[in-house]
């Protein structure tokens, strides 16, 4: 299936139904009064958050969604039927904004959450609602309500505790591999991972985290440069950068520059994502001998001055990637603790 992450659709709630103007005619009733019945409202335009859904690419073919209308009310005050809501579902991580003005309207960050994007029209009045002591036969009725109708501009950005980070052939897609069930295309050329990637780690039966791979970056990616920073966004609810380093590549000058590069185009993309938690780590140890290896992590430090934490693996072998997917789920958990602390006063 063709991964999408953004669409533009039409939603359109449906009107209330027109109230009746009627009077009771019966033989045994020579007076017998108005009896025009209301309206019916009509349906709203919800969307709903969806699980099973992680791509928007059916919005690609049905672009408008139209809610029915409230039926009119009729004569022995007889309602017309209200219209049931209509419901368009989304996968979960959708950030649903108005076309044009671009105000975001709600997040659908959790299975089965409702947001409301088009109110339905009220029901009209028929003339029985408007009798009274004064007015025993009112000839006035009000039309139903019309349903409001937007463009809404539908963006996904997944949900993921920790994103991967890198130029293209790091390594990032064999890491996942590595770590989780998910079987991203691996292969020895430029961007193999066209699109976002997410794969669950498993650190014990009741441990486990979300982890997204973005396809690589390139210095100019801000500007459009290969697959430009349309997927950055993927990162943004994460709460851990792991910035994969090739730490065998043929020379440590340019290797370093490369990964100076994806730091600037980070904060070109977002001040605020580039300033996350980051860890860096060296992969395709393999590669090199324990004094080779040593030398290189040495040099990478110094040159960019790193002071966060430091990890080196093999993604192709497996080692390191056991220590580094603990120390995640690790601090994965504390940060939570720490929020929980925050919402309770702590």
């Known amino acids: 299936m063709k991964f999408v992450d953004e669409a533009t659709i039409r939603v359109e709630a449906g009107n209330g139904g027109n109230g009746c103007l009627s009077f009771r005619r019966e033989r045994s009733v020579p007076r017998g009064g108005p009896d025009g019945g209301d309206g019916g409202d009509g349906g709203n335009v919800n969307v709903i958050g969806r699980g099973a859904i992680n791509t928007l690419v059916d919005f690609r073919y049905t672009r408008l969604f139209r809610a029915d209308h409230g039926q009119n009310g009729s004569g022995r005050d007889r309602t017309g039927r209200a219209a049931k809501d209509l419901f368009i579902q989304v996968p979960v991580g959708t950030?649903?904004?108005?076309?044009?003005?671009?105000?975001?309207?709600?997040?659908?960050i959790s299975e089965g959450e409702i947001i409301l994007v088009a109110r339905c029209g009220k029901s009209g009045r028929g003339n029985a609602h408007f009798k009274s002591s004064t007015n025993r036969a009112p000839r006035r009725t009000t039309l139903g309500g019309r349903g409001e109708q937007r463009d809404l501009k539908l963006q996904l950005?997944?949900?993921?505790?920790?994103?991967?980070?890198?130029?293209?052939?790091?390594?990032?897609?064999t890491l996942l591999r590595a770590v989780s069930a998910a079987r991203p295309k691996v292969a020895d050329y430029p961007f193999t991972t066209l699109y976002p990637q997410l794969g669950v780690v498993r650190i014990e039966v009741d441990r486990s985290f979300v982890v997204a791979?973005?396809?690589?970056?390139?210095?100019?990616?801000?500007d459009g440069a290969g697959l430009g920073t349309r997927f950055l966004k993927h990162l943004a609810r994460t709460r851990i950068l792991l910035h994969i380093v090739d730490i065998a590549a043929d020379s440590d000058d340019t290797s370093m520059q490369a990964a100076q590069g994806v730091v600037e185009e980070l904060e070109k993309f977002s001040p605020e994502l580039s300033a996350r938690e980051r860890w860096l780590v060296f992969n395709k140890i393999d590669l090199l001998d324990p004094n080779e290896r040593e030398k290189r992590r040495q040099t990478f430090l110094e040159s960019l001055a790193w002071q966060g934490p430091v990890?080196?693996?093999?993604?192709?072998?497996?080692?390191?990637?056991?220590?580094?997917m603990g120390a995640v789920m690790q601090r994965l958990e504390k940060l939570l603790s720490q929020s929980k602390a925050n919402v309770n006063g702590e």
């Open 95 to 108: 950030v649903v904004s108005n076309a044009d003005t671009s105000e975001i309207i709600g997040d659908v």
């Open 157 to 173: 950005r997944i949900l993921a505790d920790v994103g991967l980070l890198g130029l293209p052939n790091a390594g990032k897609s």
């Open 213 to 222: 791979d973005i396809p690589g970056l390139i210095k100019g990616a801000a």
């Open 311 to 324: 990890f080196a693996v093999s993604a192709i072998s497996g080692e390191g990637c056991g220590a580094l």
